[in-house]
C-alpha cells in the first residue's frame, strides 16, 4: 500500500463508492465502523490492511463471533470487508486480495413481522387527535401505510414533494434515486389537516420547509419516530414488536394480498431488484395458508 494513503485510505474508499455507487450516508457509516474495526484489530496484531492474510480475516470474523455478533451481522462485515479488499486490488493499492478465497455465509432472510390489516388500523387509531402533536403522529402514520416509505425517507419529506391535488409525493429513495408514490384518499386527508392546523403552530418556532417537526419546529428524528410508533403499538398490541419498516411490510403484503403484482409493489417500495421484493409473497402466501387452514372444511 503506497504510504501516503495509509492514513486516510478508509475514507478514500467510502468517498469512491458513494460516488460510484450512490450509497446512503447510513451505508457509508457502517462499511467505515466496520473497516476501522477491523484497522484496530490488525494494529493490535502489529499489522496493516497490506499485510494481513486471508488466516487473519478467518481469525477476525471468529472473534466476532466468539463476541456473540449474530450471522446477519457477521455477513455484513464481512461483505464491508471484501468489499473494501477488492477495490483495494482493483486500484492497485495491494498486490494479494486476503479475501479472494472467502465465501459470504449463506443466512436465511428474517420474515418481517406480520401485522393483520386490523392490526394496522388500531394502530393508526391510537394517537389523540386533540393535540397537535396527535395529529402530528396520526398523519405520519397513516403517510407510512399509505406509501409504504422508508423512516429516513419520510422524515426528509419537503413540503415542494408533497401534491395532495394530485395524491402524490415526490420520494428521494436510496442512492438518490427519485420516485413517485401515490398517497390515497385517507392519507392526503390528514396530509391536509396537518399542514394546515398542527403544522402551523409547530413551524411557528422555526422557519422550516420540512414536512414533519418536533414542538420546537426542528426536523423529527429515526429514532423519535420509532419511539412514537413504539409507543403505539404496544399501546394496542401486547404481542408484537412493531417498529417503523413493519408498517413498509403490511404496505406490500396487504397490497400483494389483495391482488397486486410484485413488480408494481417493487416500483412503489423503490426496490432496484425484483428479488428484494420476493420477502413480501412468503408472508402473503404464508397467510392465504393460514387462512385456508382455517377457513376450509378439509384444511
Known sequence: MHNSLKENIIERYCDAIWIERGLSKNTIASYSSDLYQLESWLKDKHQQF????????????ARKIDMGCNSSSINRCLSSIKGFYNWLARNSYIKNNPCELIESPKIGRKLPVNLS??????????????????????????????TGLRI?????LDLNQI??????????????????????ETASSWLTTYINSARKE???????SLLFLTPKGNKITRQACWTMIKKYSKKVLTNKDVSPHSLRH??????????ADLR??????????????????????ER????????????
Open 152 to 156: 429516513s425517507e419520510l422524515i426528509n
Open 163 to 184: 401534491n395532495i391535488d394530485n395524491g402524490i409525493i415526490k420520494v428521494m429513495g436510496k442512492g438518490g434515486k427519485e420516485r413517485i408514490v401515490p398517497i390515497g
Open 264 to 285: 408494481s409493489v417493487q416500483m412503489l417500495l423503490g426496490h432496484s431488484s425484483l428479488s428484494t421484493t420476493q420477502i413480501y409473497t412468503h408472508v402473503a402466501k
Open 250 to 259: 403490511a404496505f406490500a403484503t396487504h397490497l400483494l394480498n389483495n391482488g
Open 117 to 146: 390489516e386490523s392490526d394496522v388500523d388500531s394502530i393508526l387509531d391510537a394517537p389523540d387527535c386533540k393535540t397537535d402533536s396527535g395529529i402530528r403522529d396520526k398523519t405520519i402514520l397513516e403517510l407510512l401505510y399509505a
Open 202 to 208: 409547530l413551524v411557528s418556532h422555526a422557519n422550516n
Open 50 to 61: 497490506d499485510s494481513c492474510d486471508t488466516s487473519d480475516i478467518n481469525l477476525y470474523l
Open 288 to 299: 392465504l395458508i393460514q387462512f385456508h387452514t382455517k377457513h376450509h372444511p378439509r384444511g
